[in-house]
């Protein structure tokens, strides 16, 4: 069993940061993949960043060059840092995790960017 807890969401202006975060109940040093997902309202969930556990990632084509994920083993936590947002960037983001067949999610934190 995987909990997962995001935590960093709130209201940002266009143009401005947010670093997401995700913290793990278990060593994420045995999770081979986590990621970062988001669902704006209407639509599908969609893949958002990927980070495997020797640290390749992939990104949406949306936020190539404005989001960065990362992790650290040592605090058991995923972060997404998040720049030059826009307002399409508007969604619940949730944290993921695969182990042992199993995809575990969290329960996502709302990220707003608005005027």
């Known amino acids: 069993q995987v909990q997962l807890v995001e935590s960093g969401g709130g209201l940002v202006q266009p143009g401005g940061s947010l670093r997401l975060s995700c913290a793990a109940s278990?060593?994420?040093?045995?999770?081979?993949?986590m990621g970062w997902y988001r669902q704006a309202p209407g639509k599908q969930r969609e893949l958002v960043a990927t980070i495997t556990s020797g640290g390749s990632t992939n990104y949406a084509d949306s936020v190539k060059g404005r989001f960065t994920i990362s992790r650290d083993n040592a605090k058991n936590t995923v972060y997404l840092q998040m720049n030059s947002l826009k307002p399409e960037d508007t969604a619940v983001y949730y944290c993921?995790?695969?182990?042992?067949?199993?995809?575990?999610w969290g329960k996502g934190t709302l990220v707003t960017v608005s005027s």
């Open positions: 993921n995790a695969a182990l042992n067949s199993i995809s575990y």
């Open positions: 278990v060593s994420i040093f045995r999770i081979y993949a």
